[in-house]
């Protein structure tokens, strides 16, 4: 089938773009590929998407045989016709441009010339001289051309935006006239590739479709001698191979049965990419198996249950879907932003018509019940009528398409065998069509745009895929449709989230984008066979909220969080359409502590829960640069977090917050994620909540950071965790940082569980530079400048800070400088009676400099607590580097050395060449814990010990020895016959827990099976 005109054009165009070549000006990439655009792929101009051809005549002439070229022609007489080229590329110093051109116009030549554009508003001209009524090729260095605005472009950092290919009459003194200007073969190129990476092994290898069958051959010698080649021939444009690939540098190269060959393409394989691979997808095992084929196994329904199913199919059955929802326009006084578009038509329309038809679907397929086929059909067919290019159309609505499309494809599932193929040609040509505009928009995918890390890709590619699966003996394509999907979640999707189940987008886009990964895997197992849950990332996923997102804790939340970023609290509750993502999940990668975390009793899919009191408390997760440590994972109300991130950017979801420190305690919130996550772009968005002015941090100059682009960033470069301290390291001092101003910017934390955290910046600049540190509550934050030191005092925890080195100037403020605006809105601020109050801090140094360090120590404590049992920190005296001693109220001391210029260092009696070193006295003077940054030390020990009887049930007992003591658990699951009421046996230093909420005195246990966990400093059994 074909496409409809519009969306056909627009999709194919976008899958044209090299590399490089990409739609959003903010993502950056430094992964460049030969590209070479010779107007063979594509017969119509328009449909080379990073081409702009507005106000100008256009045609791809054929030149006989294969050749085409591409002609511009002026509509009335002017001085100048142009061919405009989108970039989105880091400038090489060997970078050229290259094209063959000729003036096939009458009159006098004109001039050639070529401009290009960067981010910066830099312009830079070549006049290649006289056209010429023949075919020539023009080849133009980059490091050639005159500069008519802006400074020289620097490699690796300047952005080039535009390249124009231009005709034109230079002579004023001419008059105007009509041009025309063929051009041909038009290129861009580096003298060296830079190589692209995969994170997958084996390779999964893609190209432009449009070239039939092809000879793709891979080596790891660039001149792919015969011998050391691996040569496959397809009729595909994508491939991964059978078995696992040598670790290393591999070139592969696409070859036409006519001979025309792709440029050459660079990858590395690491060995620590994923080594992971399953049976490939064959429709021909599909049809074998009885519809519906999306139906997942249900258990039998009871009267009650089949009675609420028929309800809800009757109310989503009497809210029809609109005639036909409009794609947003400028101008639109219905809609006259995109954001309110998005909310009125996209979300209330598009995503809700899509989701009722395959709730519908799902309930047809549960009952049985014949009566609802004709009903289910009649909807459907009321979705097929929409303009495909409108409104519901993938390149309108990702989100809504996709929708649309599942609704498509489970109705089509269970009316299959219910009517006639004819009866149902309209629904299965909308299938196909929705599935073909993803296919045409996402193949190729091009690596290293970041878009492998984006939700809208996954779940665009998931909705394609359950197409192909239910078209299986109904269409060719269908086959192509699951295979492609598959090949590309092993391949990018899945391989690029990380090397433990991390993901760098944060906890809520953790919970959102991660379902999209799950529901495609659940199809892929429990529809096709293959089972993608013992992929490394996949399989161990389940385990990132557990780690960052504890129970009665709020959540490590680094970037787009919520509304406001820092207000979730664990455990996790996704959103009520996902259903039972995590416990699913769970079973799915046969993860006990994941079907605990999701709040179940009982096994749940065969798999008991299981509390992590055996864990390891912290997580490195070197990937996304996270360092999260933790001091219990089971009982948030005893857990104290601290977290620092530093990593390159991946994903539009980050923030600009390189060495962020975040800190939680005892079910409270301290040092937090400021800000709101009101939509994508807003102004707050824009202006504040991903900026570094929103994060605890270093502020360089009162500017942000500007790492929000590929390839920039820091790293976090040592990790350390034991029973008494955590340490880690970020590193932020590079070009790609702050402009490049800072040589180096070192951040690190050293955490003295659980009660004190050192901070310590080394920062070099390459000019003066005006530092500030930067803190954030969501309780009151009071400063006093003349001593140097904060606190934020919480409802159950507070942070009394104080800055060691040097005597910084201390402001305190609240709000934001942009206030976050009313969801789905016409961009309409938040009342302020609602905004979620913030306060914040700024601790400047008093002049501009080249080389400062700033030490800074804080206490952590359960409140209530009093104020006169703050520990005293104060600088002492250190050879070499930075010391802060530490007093604490019960007479105990610890002292914190940092090393500056990497001599040994002296503080006293205490002696040391390691970067970091702390020791810790009781109040006797003895030594109690040492910290060395380049020694493991002694870990956390977990026994089982004598349970308890509670309720009449009996708990299993563990002890963990910590930091400050034992912390012993008692666990296990409670039945309840009758409502009842009763106070806490224990004391108050006991934490009951039953279903992951803290049992209050007179709280009642309602009747059925509950989970407790009780957390107690001191045996509850009379163990000694």
């Known amino acids: 089938m074909r496409l409809s005109g519009k969306f056909a054009a627009a999709c194919a165009a976008a899958a044209a773009w090299c590399v490089f070549f ?20 594509m017969e119509r101009a328009e449909d080379y998407w990073f081409l702009r051809l507005d106000g100008i005549g256009h045609r791809i002439v054929p030149a006989g045989g294969k050749e085409h070229y591409l002609e511009l022609e002026s509509a009335k007489p002017t001085r100048r016709i142009e061919l405009e ?37 830099g312009h830079y001209r070549y006049d290649a001289g006289n056209s010429s009524a023949d075919w ?52 861009l190129y580096a003298g060296e590739q830079i190589p692209l990476r995969s994170e997958a092994n084996p390779i999964f290898f893609n190209w432009r479709r449009g070239m039939g ?21 397809t009729s595909e444009n994508f491939y991964t191979p059978d078995g696992f690939m040598t670790p290393g540098r591999w070139y592969y190269r696409v ?92 979300d209330r329309l598009i995503i809700a018509a899509g989701a009722r038809l395959q709730r519908m679907a799902e309930i047809a397929a549960a009952t049985g019940d014949e009566s609802l086929y004709p009903r289910l059909l009649e909807y459907a067919l009321l979705i097929c009528a929409w303009d495909p290019d409108g409104g519901s159309s993938h390149l309108a609505g990702d989100i809504g398409a996709y929708h649309v499309q599942r609704g498509l494809d489970a109705a089509y599932d269970v009316l299959h065998d219910q009517f006639d193929a004819e009866t149902l040609k309209p629904l299965r040509d909308n299938v196909k069509l929705r ?83 799950k529901l495609y895997a659940q199809m892929m197992k429990e529809s096709c066979g293959i089972d993608l849950f013992r992929h490394p990332w996949l399989g161990r996923t389940v385990m990132f909220p557990i780690y960052t997102c504890i129970p009665n804790a709020y959540a490590i939340s680094f970037a787009n969080t919520g509304k406001p970023n820092h207000g979730v609290r664990g455990p996790l509750k996704p959103d009520k359409s996902a259903g039972e993502y995590i416990a699913e999940l769970a079973a799915f990668s046969n993860n006990p502590y994941g079907v605990w975390y999701a709040g179940k009793s009982s096994p749940f899919n065969g798999v008991e829960p299981k509390v992590p009191v055996d864990l390891p408390p912290s997580i490195f997760y070197p990937s996304i640069g996270w360092a999260v440590f933790n001091t219990s994972l089971a009982d948030g109300f005893r857990n104290v977090s601290v977290a620092q991130r530093a990593a390159v950017f991946a994903s539009g979801h980050q923030h600009d917050d390189q060495n962020n420190i975040l800190i939680n305690a005892y079910g409270d919130k301290l040092l937090i994620n400021s800000g709101y996550y009101d939509y994508y772009g807003s102004r707050h ?3 504040y909540s991903t900026q570094t002015q929103a994060h605890n941090t270093l502020l360089v100059n009162d500017r942000t950071q500007g790492t929000r682009r590929g390839g920039h960033g820091g790293k976090l470069t040592a990790f350390s965790d034991s029973k008494y301290f955590g340490y880690t390291v970020g590193e932020a001092g590079n070009p790609t940082v702050n402009a490049g101003k800072l040589t180096r910017w070192t951040r690190r934390t050293l955490f003295i569980k659980p009660d004190f955290v050192v901070v310590h910046d080394i920062v070099n600049a390459n000019e003066p530079v005006k530092l500030s540190f930067l803190a954030h509550a969501a309780h009151p934050l009071y400063a006093y400048d003349p001593m140097g030191y904060f606190d934020i005092v919480g409802e159950r925890a507070e942070l009394y800070a104080k800055f060691i080195h040097p005597k910084l100037k201390l402001t305190t403020s609240t709000g934001y400088p942009v206030n976050p605006v009313r969801p789905r809105g016409n961009n309409e601020p938040l009342d302020e009676a609602v905004i979620a ?93 040492r910290f060395d940054n380049r020694v493991q030390g002694e870990s956390e020990t977990f026994r089982d010990v004598p349970g308890i009887d509670f309720m009449g049930a009996k708990l299993a007992g563990q002890l963990r020895e910590r930091a400050d003591g034992p912390l012993y658990h008692y666990t296990g699951k409670l039945m309840v016959a009758e409502p009842c009421r009763f106070g806490n046996p224990f004391g108050r230093d006991v934490n009951v827990i039953i279903d992951m909420q803290r049992w209050k005195d007179g709280s009642e246990v309602l009747p059925g099976e509950h989970f407790v966990l009780i957390t107690s400093p001191r045996p509850l059994n009379n163990e000694k």
């Open 435 to 517: 599935a073909m505009q993803v296919w045409v928009s996402l193949n190729p995918f091009t690596r290293n745009q970041r878009r492998e890390y984006n939700n809208h890709a996954w779940l665009a590619v998931y909705g394609m895929a359950e197409a192909g699966v239910v078209l299986c003996g109904d269409d060719p394509d269908a086959e192509r449709l699951v295979e492609y999907s598959r090949e590309l979640f092993i391949g990018l999707f899945l391989a690029v989230q990380g090397g433990d189940g991390e993901n760098g987008e944060g906890i809520g886009y953790w919970s959102y984008g991660g379902n999209f990964l």
């Open 85 to 121: 080229v989108g970039l989105n590329l880091f400038y090489t110093a060997d970078m050229a441009i290259g094209f063959r051109c000729r003036e096939s116009g009458a009159g006098d030549h004109g001039r050639v010339v070529a401009d290009v554009y960067t981010e910066n508003g």
């Open 837 to 929: 109050r913030e306060w914040h801090l700024k601790a400047d140094t008093a002049e501009k400099v080249t080389d400062c360090d700033i030490m800074t120590a804080m206490q952590i404590r359960a409140l209530p607590a009093d104020r006169v049992g703050r520990a005293e920190m104060s600088a002492v005296d250190c050879e070499n580097g930075r010391a802060v001693q530490i007093l604490t109220a019960d007479g105990g001391r610890i002292v914190v050395m940092s090393g500056l210029t990497g001599g040994t260092m002296k503080c006293g009696d205490l002696e040391s060449d390691a970067a970091m070193f702390a020791v810790r006295y009781d109040k006797d003077g003895r030594e109690a814990a």
């Open 213 to 233: 069958e092809v000879s793709l051959e891979y080596s790891q010698d660039k001149a792919f001698p015969a011998n050391a080649a691996v040569r496959v021939v």
């Open 255 to 346: 070859t036409a049965a006519d001979g025309r060959r792709l440029p050459a393409v660079t990858v590395d394989l690491p060995e620590t990419a994923h080594r992971f691979t399953t049976a490939a997808f064959h429709a021909g095992d599909m049809v074998k198996k009885p519809r519906p084929w999306l139906n997942r196994p249900q258990p039998a329904l009871t009267d009650e249950q089949r009675a609420a199913m028929l309800k809800q199919f009757a109310d989503d059955f009497a809210v029809k879907p609109h005639p036909n929802p409009p794609p947003f326009r400028e101008g639109d006084p219905d809609y006259p932003s995109f954001i309110s578009w998005y909310g009125g038509v996209h």
């Open 685 to 687: 968005f824009n202006e």
């Open 136 to 187: 020539r090729s023009v080849e133009i260095k980059l490091d050639k051309m005159t500069a008519v605005q802006g400074a020289a472009p620097e490699a690796g950092k300047t952005v080039l935006t535009k390249l124009t290919i231009g005709l034109e009459i230079p002579d004023s003194g001419l008059p105007e006239r009509s041009l025309r200007l063929d051009l041909d073969d038009v290129q």
């Open 22 to 41: 990409s739609p959003d000006a903010a993502a950056l990439t430094v992964a460049i590929e030969g590209f070479t655009c010779d107007f063979e792929w």
